[in-house]
């Protein structure tokens, strides 16, 4: 009978170790994953405002051409 309470125990014991193990895994990946949500969402919101100076960029240019157009048909070239 003491054999049999002794086993149980450590098996208990050992069930209790082998879950802390994995709450700590989960705990860490819970982490984890957060990080990776915060670089999306900072990549994301990078990549946005890159597009949007891009556009800014490109209507610049057009508008520059223009100019230059403008200027070059003026003096006749």
Request: hydrophobic letters at 45%; aromatic letters at 6%; glycine letters at 2%.
């Amino acid at each position: 009978m003491n054999d049999l309470v002794s086993y149980i125990f450590r098996n208990m014991d050992a069930t209790d170790k082998h879950l802390i193990r994995i709450y700590k895994a989960l705990v860490h990946q819970n982490k984890f994953n957060k990080a990776v949500t915060l670089f999306s969402v900072v990549t994301a919101l990078n990549l946005l405002a890159m597009r949007a100076d891009s556009k800014k960029m490109q209507q610049e240019i057009a508008a520059l051409r223009k100019e230059i157009d403008e200027l070059n048909e003026s003096e006749g070239v």
